[in-house]
């Protein structure tokens, strides 16, 4: 049974960092693009980072325009874990951070309909 469970969230002020933890069983990770989505109150869930896979060990980066030069995301194959390490949040983060993950190639990794796992979500509050 495939499980990807998150962690890290938080309530923070602006211009905080926070990392979240997404941990993944069930599957290995290595093989699948990894990916972070948001969903803020009353919005659509939303692409936040990526990390894709290319094809063997090869990984590409890819963020919104909204958390580029601001998110990072990291992943580390021999834990099943990814990382998204979030330096100068602002009240605009504030959303549920959700985990996912898609072994389909060729698929739109900004697309959530293309991913086959999902966490439960992690809180990230940022307020004053």
């Known amino acids: 049974q495939v499980q990807l469970v998150e962690s890290g969230g938080g309530s923070v002020r602006p211009g905080d960092s926070l990392t979240l933890t997404c941990a993944a069983s069930g599957l290995t990770s290595r093989k699948y693009t990894m990916t972070w989505f948001r969903q803020a109150p009353g919005k659509e869930r939303e692409f936040a980072a990526a990390s894709r896979r290319i094809g063997g060990s090869v990984y590409s980066s890819d963020y919104a325009d909204s958390v580029k030069g601001r998110f990072t995301i990291s992943r580390y194959n021999a834990k099943n874990t990814v990382y998204l390490e979030m330096t100068g949040l602002k009240f605009e983060d504030t959303a549920v951070y959700y985990c996912?993950?898609?072994?389909?190639?060729?698929?739109?990794?900004?697309?959530?309909?293309?991913?086959?796992?999902w966490g439960q979500g992690t809180q990230v509050t940022v307020s004053s």
């Open positions: 996912a993950a898609s072994g389909r190639s060729g698929s739109d990794h900004q697309d959530a309909n293309a991913y086959d796992y």
